[in-house]
DNA sequence: CAATAAATAGATAGATCTATCTATTTTTAA
DNA sequence: TTAAAAATAGATAGATCTATCTATTTATTG
């Protein structure tokens, strides 16, 4: 038999959908209510507010990009198949999402800098995939450009062409870093 | 005597601010109306909709952009004078908004892909910026990677530098990119 | 000056939103 | 089996939001 899934997941898969497809701010309790097909009291037993449900799934967010790269890059060995296997993920997110972008990103855009609990999830859940980047150009066998500076431009070229697929709705941006890597490479 | 701003330009320009800083969900027609001293009649008098108050928001954004840029590069005469003013364009923006971010990726992350109007003016504004970079880069002595494929990667690299200032709140971001392109050029 | 247009104040419709509450039923565990 | 916990339905408070409307005053222009 099927294993029933718990009321406080379906809440969360369904504000985690609905968040990052169609954004915090027009995306309605009711709505969410309706479509995890609960009841309103059982929501607000499990997340006293709207904004403590915001910070579950950007909590869940952060965990699973992590979880869900190591699956993705697993069988790079060396830092350069890392590297570009970084690259390729955030394609594949994109992909999967129909550009729907970067759920940390279109949090910060959305709010604005006054919400300082999200917005310092958002600082450090970024800055981890930097020193990510930063580890593996260290460990990469490279004499050219300083590789730290490198790695921070490799990185910030990819948030630019994260955006830069929602905004064509296709992965060119994104396949333009991996080719202008590969000639630096 | 001071020349009296006209009614219609009023709402505009706090329209504008509160949009940008705020975001447009976030902002209702009570603030701005109160904000702008001006009676709800007088706004939807101008404006038919919030939403046509969007529009014109964006198109004054677009052509107030290329208007200030082109007034901020007067004086670089050489492509890549006019590179590096295009960065420092940028990180003069966001030091004088305080790190609120681009105008227009602020929108696409606040509203999503369903409103074709406002992505698709969206597009064009990027594209134009993208195409006046490729435009200096192919005017460029340089003989080293396609020249094209730089300008993108570069584009790219400032958008995503942008992205995270509004994260970091320091210009770290526009600086690394420029340190990054003296390397390359 | 007179006629037209533009702006004002302010009430209000009507929808929507977050959150609370009560009363009841279902599920879980001891 | 029985007591406690969790979930349900559904009404509703109370705030807020976009937009409309009326009636009046102020500016503009021929």
Chains 1, 2 share one sequence.
Not at 17 to 33: E, K, P, V
Not at 116 to 132: F, G, N, P, S, T
Not at 162 to 180: D, M
Request: net charge neutral; proline share 2%; with cysteine.
């Amino acid at each position: 038999m099927a294993e029933k899934i718990k009321v406080r997941d379906r809440i969360l898969n369904v504000a985690t959908d609905l968040f990052y497809r169609q954004g915090y701010n027009q995306t309605g309790i009711n709505q969410i209510i309706a479509e995890a097909d609960i009841a309103i009291g059982s929501l607000y037993n499990h997340f006293p507010s709207k904004g403590d449900l915001l910070v579950a799934y950007l909590e869940k967010q952060e965990e699973e990009w992590f979880a869900a790269f190591e699956h993705f890059s697993k069988g790079a060995n060396t830092p350069r198949e890392k590297i570009f296997r970084f690259i390729d993920f955030r394609i594949e997110q994109q992909q999967v999402s129909a550009f729907c972008g970067c759920p940390f990103i279109k949090i910060v855009a959305e709010l604005g800098q006054d919400d300082d609990k999200i917005h310092k999830l958002v600082e450090a859940h970024k800055d981890k995939q930097r020193v990510m980047l930063q580890s593996w150009f260290k460990q990469l066998d490279y004499e050219g450009i300083d590789k730290k500076l490198l790695a921070d431009n490799l990185f910030l070229m990819v948030e630019g062409a994260t955006i830069s697929t929602t905004i064509s709705r296709n992965t060119q941006a994104l396949e333009s870093v991996k080719k202008f890597l590969r000639k630096l490479l």
